[in-house]
């Protein structure tokens, strides 16, 4: 399927407006006012998934991952460069910053808090797109690991799944950006249904 900038604004809204229901979960959460942005987002074909690597490079990742089935079926990622997840934590919890947490491994209870967030984010993001499906899914429970982007890509490979959306994320909280990404990797016929209820509801929307 043909993808144009008109199908992007619109995976972008839906997206959007996820990761502000998400924000406002995380707000009163930590008590903390938090904004979450998606700067950029881009479709790839399971053979175009090496691109993903050109892309945002090799470094390496927390990532929160979770299954989701029912009408489509797929899985998603939450990750967070080493650096990020350290500040996450940090602003969450209200730890000391310290100059050497990228070499620091995380504890069990950081690691939660880091699946709790991801686990946040992408109930809100699939919240936002079966709504618009008219659909409900159900989900696994979210598993936490870390590896590098050349890992998560094979991984993402041997679901043999043929679309990958990648949104970047910008998550503002404490005066501090912290940058994410978002993968959801779903089956063609999936990626198609969403991609004709969003030009559906642009149609719908035109004067």
């Not at 993808?3 to 992007?8: M, R, T």
């Not at 707000?27 to 090496?50: A, C, F, H, R």
């Not at 919240?127 to 409900?136: E, H, M, R």
Request: charged fraction near 20%.
């Amino acid at each position: 399927m043909e993808i144009d900038a008109s199908d992007l604004d619109g995976i972008r809204e839906l997206v959007n407006i996820g990761v502000g229901k998400a924000a406002g979960i995380l707000s009163e959460m930590t008590g903390s006012t938090i904004e979450l942005t998606i700067p950029n987002i881009s479709i790839y074909s399971q053979e175009e998934s090496g691109q993903i690597i050109s892309q945002i490079g090799t470094e390496r990742y927390s990532a929160i991952s979770l299954d989701f089935k029912g009408v489509f079926s797929g899985m998603t990622y939450t990750l967070f460069p080493a650096e990020s997840a350290h500040i996450l934590i940090d602003a969450i919890t209200g730890e000391e910053l310290s100059e050497d947490r990228p070499e620091q491994p995380f504890s069990s209870i950081q690691a939660e808090t880091l699946k709790e967030v991801g686990n946040i984010l992408i109930n809100g993001v699939m919240g936002s797109i079966t709504n618009v499906l008219k659909s409900q899914l159900t989900y696994s429970l979210p598993t936490y690991s870390e590896a590098d982007m050349p890992a998560l890509i094979q991984n993402v490979r041997q679901e043999h799944r043929e679309a990958i959306l990648l949104a970047e994320t910008h998550m503002f909280i404490k005066n501090l950006d912290i940058e994410g990404k978002i993968l959801i990797i779903m089956g063609a016929q999936s990626f198609e249904t969403l991609i004709q209820r969003v030009r559906e509801i642009s149609r719908d929307e035109e004067p």
